[in-house]
């Protein structure tokens, strides 16, 4: 059975002190570990003053009867393994709040792509683990962003510490008893409805594409339509029947747009993502909609919002400090930290709402 870190520097400390000193390569095999994992382990132990490194050979500390109080913990050495869909868009400032937090520690990343393929979650997280990672940080490709009955359980059954990176799992799930974290969309998609409720709109539509962020946004969105009071709007045709192609998509939600603010049952939208945002305001003008004159539009996620011609009002995920927190949350579980967290933590992140021209809050050009 693979040993957690706190066991296999528990399991050296216990052989040196009883002998006083061993090679390193003889305690490798006698605990049945590489010698690449223990000459790690024995640097981390070495550097806090609990053995000493001679030669090839660990030693217990010259008139130390018993190991010595341990100094600030090091995470030197250690090597977290990170599986992500991808390294573009959403997940390039994830995985960089990741790294910085990882490196800041004087611990290593090292990155899995599942390209959401089927299956390719457990076989990146696999392949980490046999090239020395000793803890995990995982974005599973769960199409509604959290696990179907009976889909992940290998990701409960790993023995090394895992934190799970903007996915959740229902209660009763046996990966619901894991680490996460994540961003709060649901609230994130919450305040943008009460945004758009402050400037006087009653009648708010939410346009999404199909994503595992969708399920959360559609939570949030009709807890404040309900919260708030608001006049129900009919949902997009892409809820009950997904787009079978980005065409499709963009035409189909162009026509429920259109036809809402024709018939004066809409006078603003949410749209996910900001790029699909900056296709279709254009398409919406073409078509005689003045935005925000007619339509008042909030984009989610902020990668390009400010970029459109018309800046995009838009709620921005804080995506680097979810992969921070993921991080430091894992280094925690694997003794990089003076307390670590006794209880798991389930952390939300809450996004921040950016304004800018396209909700009709402020002027053009200011």
């Known amino acids: 059975m693979r040993l957690h870190v706190d ?32 000459r790690r382990d024995v640097e981390t132990l070495a550097a806090q003053g609990l053995v000493e490194r001679l030669h090839g050979a660990v ?23 990170m599986v992500v869909p991808t390294t573009e868009y959403y997940y390039a400032d994830v995985v960089r709040g990741a790294r910085e937090a990882v490196e800041a520690a004087g611990a290593r990343l090292t990155i899995g792509l599942s390209r959401y393929l089927p299956d390719e979650d457990e076989a990146q997280a696999r392949r980490l683990l046999s090239t020395g990672a000793d803890g995990l ?33 229902p209660l009763g799930h046996p990966v619901a008893g894991l680490d996460r974290v994540r961003s709060d ?5 919450a305040e943008a409805v009460a945004h758009l409720a402050g400037l006087g709109h009653r009648s708010i539509a939410l346009a999404v594409q199909e994503s595992p962020t969708a399920p959360r946004l559609r939570a949030g969105y009709a807890a404040a339509v309900a919260v708030l009071g608001l006049s129900p709007v009919a949902a997009s045709p892409l809820q009950d029947a997904p787009s079978r192609s980005e065409a499709d998509r963009f035409e189909r939600t162009l026509e429920y747009l259109c036809e809402g603010v024709a018939g004066g049952d809409v006078t603003a939208a949410i749209v996910h993502s900001d790029a699909d945002a900056i ?31 018309l800046p995009l009002t838009a709620v921005a995920p804080d995506k680097r400090a979810v992969g921070a927190a993921a991080a430091k949350l894992l280094l925690s ?34």
Do not use: F, K, N
């Open 333 to 366: 579980r694997l003794g990089v930290s003076d307390e670590g967290p006794a209880a798991r933590r389930h952390l939300d992140i809450l996004p921040a709402l950016r304004v800018r021209v396209s909700c009709g809050a402020v002027a053009a050009g200011a």
């Open 279 to 309: 296709v279709l305001i254009p398409r919406l003008q073409a078509r005689g909609v003045r935005v925000p004159e007619d339509l008042a539009v909030i984009a989610y996620d902020d990668e390009v919002a400010s970029l459109a011609d």
């Open 7 to 38: 066991q296999r520097h528990e399991r050296v400390l216990q052989l040196v002190r009883e002998r006083g000193s061993l090679r390193v390569a003889e305690l490798a095999e006698e605990l049945g570990m590489s010698a690449v994992t223990l």
């Open 137 to 169: 940080l995982l974005t599973p490709s769960w199409e509604r962003g959290h696990p179907e009955p009976g889909e992940g359980l290998w990701a409960a059954e790993q023995e090394t510490p895992v934190v799970l990176v903007e996915r959740w799992a």
């Open 185 to 189: 969309h649901a609230h994130g998609a």
């Open 59 to 81: 030693v217990w500390p010259s008139g130390a009867s018993g190991p010595a109080p341990a100094a600030v913990p090091s995470a030197e050495g250690l090597v977290v393994g």
